[in-house]
């Protein structure tokens, strides 16, 4: 099983940039599909990007302004945001699941989950 410990949220100003990263352990990370979700207060849980064999995907609302990526030599989930809104405010979870298919609008599908960091945007 993987182990999965997300850092580097914080505060940024609208238009602003940060990157999280998601620490996996006990396995290697590209094994797995990866994914990165959010949740905001009083919403419910949606996906944001997911990375499976180098191809991402991406929720139509990050296009253009989110990254994905997989860095295999540190066993780390990236996902690099620019141009930062303050709609973009949530606690930021990362997921792992065995096998292969696009199930970002399915959380429940997800079997590893990280504690999540949270990313604040003020405009």
């Known amino acids: 099983q993987v182990h999965l410990v997300e850092s580097g949220g914080g505060s940024v100003q609208s238009g602003g940039s940060l990157r999280v990263s998601c620490a996996a352990s006990?396995?290697?990370?590209?094994?797995?599909?990866m994914a990165w979700f959010r949740q905001a207060p009083g919403k419910e849980r949606e996906g944001v990007a997911q990375?499976?064999?180098?191809?991402?995907t991406y929720a139509d609302s990050v296009k253009g302004r989110f990254t994905i990526s997989l860095d295999n030599a540190k066993n780390t989930l990236l996902l690099q945001m620019n141009s930062l809104k303050p709609e973009d405010t949530a606690i930021y979870y990362c997921?792992?699941?065995?096998?292969?298919?696009?199930?970002?609008?399915?959380?429940?599908?997800?079997?590893?989950w990280g504690q999540g960091t949270q990313v604040t945007v003020s405009s």
């Open positions: 997921a792992a699941r065995a096998g292969i298919g696009s199930y970002l609008l399915s959380p429940r599908m997800w079997a590893f």
């Open positions: 990375i499976e064999r180098g191809f991402a």
């Open positions: 006990g396995d290697t990370a590209s094994k797995y599909s």
